[in-house]
């Protein structure tokens, strides 16, 4: 069984650009949630998809959006990038009758300069 | 809102001996789940422990357990004869039992627990 994976493991962008990162969800898991850990502190939640709908959103702002493929794996866009965007980017995926349980993958670390 | 309070930023323990993390956290909820969730240095978010609200009984996992205490809104980690392996960063999250819109977990600033040879 696969486990959750991420990709890439590092970039480094300039402010203004825009960057897309990618996370495979875990064997039979249809969905899927982004969290965004900033240095130091506790992941934020971003936005959750499910059946390749947004199900679910956190304080985040439209620049912010995802998608989900029939493959259940999925997209974090992020738009104008800036350097508080800066952080470690999560991706967890879920069972579909266990959705209480996320499995993380090892995260993209963005760096905006 | 929820909220998730660690106030413990930092802990450290002697190898084989005991450590207890704190969290508190705050719902109008009746209905919820609370986890632990374990950063180790490499980054992935590793499950712990978990615990339903509607269990009386606390949750264990071989050295882990838990002590819920909901009329008090807290629930700390026990960490039983301490493993240098444990060093990591500890997160208290919780999550509605019924969510209406998506399922989120709601994390605490987390706890930096180092075990010392």
């Known amino acids: ?113 | 809102a929820q909220t998730v309070t660690q106030s413990q930023p930092e802990m450290s323990v002697q190898e084989a001996e005991t450590v207890t993390l704190s969290c508190t956290y705050d719902t109008s909820e009746n209905n919820y789940y609370l986890f632990w969730y374990k950063q180790p240095p490499s980054r992935q978010m590793i499950l712990v422990i978990r615990q339903e609200a509607y269990k009386q009984q606390n949750a264990t996992e071989n050295r882990f357990s838990v002590n819920f205490q909901k009329a008090a809104k807290s629930f700390s980690l026990k960490i039983s004869d301490s493993q240098l392996g444990d060093t990591a960063m500890y997160f208290c999250a919780f999550m509605k039992a019924v969510p209406e819109y998506g399922n989120k977990l709601v994390f605490g600033a987390g706890t930096i627990l180092r075990v010392k040879s």
């Open chain 1, 1 to 113: 069984e696969t486990g959750v994976t991420q990709s890439p493991t590092h970039l480094i962008k300039t402010r203004g650009q825009q960057v897309t990162l990618r996370c495979s969800s875990q064997s039979g898991h249809n969905t899927v949630s982004w969290y965004q850990q900033a240095l130091g502190q506790g992941p934020q939640f971003i936005f959750q998809y499910y059946r390749e709908e947004e199900n679910g959103r956190g304080n985040f702002p439209p620049r912010f959006s995802g998608l989900q493929f029939p493959n259940y794996s999925s997209e974090l866009n992020v738009n104008a990038l800036e350097l508080d965007d800066s952080a470690l980017y999560l991706c967890a995926s879920s069972f579909p009758d266990g959705i209480y349980e996320q499995y993380f993958g090892p995260g993209t670390r963005l760096t905006v300069t």
